[in-house]
């Protein structure tokens, strides 16, 4: 079994709004991670969790604040967003595979629109 | 010295002839190189991946070869069909880098029936 899983699937939301996305596995995984994808770009990484801490911030502005509960659950949380940050949100966890690499499984996404 | 060059950025194929998207890199410490398959409005699916110790990979129809001399390493898509119809990523990765992945631009491939 190799799913992640997201909710919601759309999220609209104005620029004063609060809002989370949340994204949970139960393969074990204990590392977690956040990624922000436009239209026909790949992925790029936001945030990592390894061990439910906060190993990798990449630069990102405090408008999105992550938070991982247990090492099951990611969370991210929304707040005064712009309109340029509407993307498609997917979450990924790893599993190690031998003694120094990670195998990544990315979630379905949240599509989100900020208007 | 941290990219990955993809290549070409879209493809068109026959169905049932073979695919071929191209990648290389510059950063002689990558070690690990996934292919990622995604479809619209789905998140990036995990295909294959291969590290230098071997040349190639196959796994149904779809093979990575790899030439660690040239620093380039490509996805074979034999007997392509419709549904394979969606966008490739490559990537790479090296151990001190963690869990970082380095993704290629993505090439768009179209199958056509």
């Known amino acids: 079994d190799t799913e992640v899983t997201q909710t919601p699937k759309h999220l609209v939301m104005g620029m004063t709004n609060k809002k989370s996305l949340k994204c949970e596995q139960h393969m074990g995984h204990r590392a977690m991670y956040w990624y922000k994808q436009k239209a026909k770009k790949p992925p790029e990484l936001m945030f990592v969790?390894?061990?439910?801490?906060?190993?990798i911030n990449e630069s990102v502005p405090s408008r999105f604040s992550p938070e991982c509960p247990n090492s099951s659950l990611l969370n991210l949380h929304l707040h005064a967003l712009q309109p340029e940050d509407s993307a498609l949100y997917l979450c990924a966890s790893s599993r190690r595979i031998g003694t120094e690499h990670y195998e990544q499984y990315f979630g379905p996404g949240t599509r989100l629109t900020v208007t | 010295q941290q990219q990955v060059k993809q290549s070409p950025q879209s493809l068109i194929v026959q169905k049932g002839g073979i695919s071929i998207i191209n990648c290389a890199y510059e950063n002689t410490a990558f070690d690990y190189f996934p292919w990622y398959q995604q479809f619209p409005g789905k998140g990036p699916a995990l295909l294959i991946a291969i590290r230098p110790d071997v040349s190639e990979k196959k796994e149904g129809r779809f093979t990575i070869s790899f030439n660690k001399s040239a620093k380039q390493f490509s996805l074979h898509i034999m007997d392509s069909q419709p549904g394979d119809s969606a966008t490739y990523f490559c990537?790479?990765?090296?151990?001190?880098?963690?869990?970082?992945?380095?993704f290629g631009e993505g090439t768009q491939l179209t199958v056509n029936p």
């Open positions: 969790y390894s061990y439910e801490k906060l190993s």
């Open positions: 990537a790479a990765n090296f151990g001190a880098s963690g869990s970082r992945l380095t």
